[in-house]
C-alpha cells in the first residue's frame, strides 16, 4: 500500500545535507513527512540550508553542526539528539591525483569523511537503534563503489569499502529489526560536479556512457530514498542499490 511509503512521525538525520546530494534528500524526506535533523561543519552553511528548507518543510527542520569523523563529537551528537529513526550516511569527499602522486594526508582524509564517518554513526545512532528494535540506515555510496576511473583510486577504495561495511552492519544490526542498505548515484549534476557538467567533452562521455543517455538529477535519488527509509522496505537489507542511469549494468 502507498501508505507504506509515509514517513510521517518519523526522525531522520541526514549528514553533509548542508548542500548538493545531502540537501535534496534532507528535503525529499520532508516531503515524505519526515523530520530532518540537518547535519555538516559548516554552520553557516547549515543554518542558510535550514532557513530555506524551514519556509517550505511538511516535517519539522533542525540543524546540528559536528565533525562526522570525531569519535566524540559524533557520541555527544548522538546523546543529544536520542532517538533517530532513520540515518542517513551522505558526508562524503574526493580528491584526485595519479596514484604515483597522491598524498598520503589526502587518502588518509578521504578514507576519514567517507568510511570512518560512517562506521562511528552507524555504531552511536546504531546503539539507540537497537534498543528500540526499529531504525533504518542509508549509505550514500557510488558507482564507484564498483567501478573505477584514473586518478581516484583511494575514492573507489573507500566507496567500495562502504558496500561491505553495509554488509556488515546488516549482519549485525538486522536482527534487532534494523534495515541497512547502500544507495549508489551514477554520475549527477550538482554544485560539486558543475565543472565537469560544463566540460562538453566529459558531458559527451557521461551521455555516451550511460544507457539513460544524461547526467541524473538529485530528485532520482529522492524515490529510492524514500523506499529505503520507510516500512515499504522492511525485508530489504545489506543491498547497494545503484542509481545510475544503467551505467553499471552495461559494457
Not at 111 to 136: D, H, I, P, Q, Y
Not at 178 to 192: R, S
Not at 202 to 227: H, M, N
Amino acid at each position: 500500500m502507498l501508505t507504506s511509503f509515509d514517513l510521517t512521525g518519523r526522525r531522520a538525520l541526514v549528514t553533509g545535507s548542508s548542500k548538493g546530494i545531502g540537501r535534496a534528500l534532507a528535503a525529499g524526506l520532508l516531503a515524505a513527512g519526515a523530520d530532518v535533523v540537518l547535519n555538516a561543519r559548516d554552520r553557516d552553511r547549515l543554518v542558510a540550508t535550514y532557513d530555506e528548507l524551514e519556509q517550505t518543510a511538511r516535517g519539522r527542520v533542525e540543524w546540528r553542526a559536528f565533525d562526522v569523523t570525531d569519535e566524540e563529537q559524533v557520541r555527544a551528537a548522538a546523546a543529544e539528539l536520542g532517538d533517530i529513526d532513520i540515518l542517513v550516511n551522505n558526508a562524503g569527499m574526493q580528491r584526485r591525483s595519479p596514484i604515483t602522486e597522491f598524498p598520503t594526508a589526502d587518502f588518509d582524509q578521504i578514507m576519514a569523511t567517507n568510511v570512518r564517518s560512517v562506521f562511528l554513526t552507524s555504531r552511536e545512532f546504531g546503539r539507540l537503534m537497537v534498543a528500540r528494535g526499529a531504525g533504518k540506515i542509508v549509505t550514500v555510496c557510488s558507482v564507484q563503489s564498483l567501478l573505477a576511473r584514473p586518478g581516484i583510486a583511494p575514492y573507489c577504495a573507500s566507496k567500495g569499502a562502504l558496500t561491505m561495511l553495509i554488509k556488515g552492519l546488516c549482519a549485525d544490526l538486522a536482527p534487532h529489526g534494523i534495515q541497512v542498505n547502500g544507495l549508489a548515484p551514477g554520475y549527477f549534476d550538482t554544485e560539486l560536479t558543475s565543472a565537469l557538467v560544463a566540460d562538453p567533452e566529459f558531458t559527451a562521455w557521461v551521455e555516451k556512457r550511460t544507457p539513460a543517455g544524461r547526467w541524473g538529477d538529485v530528485a532520482d535519488l529522492v524515490g529510492p530514498l524514500v523506499w529505503l527509509s520507510s516500512s515499504a522496505s522492511d525485508f530489504v537489507n545489506g543491498q547497494t542499490i545503484y542509481v545510475d542511469g544503467g551505467m553499471t549494468a552495461v559494457l
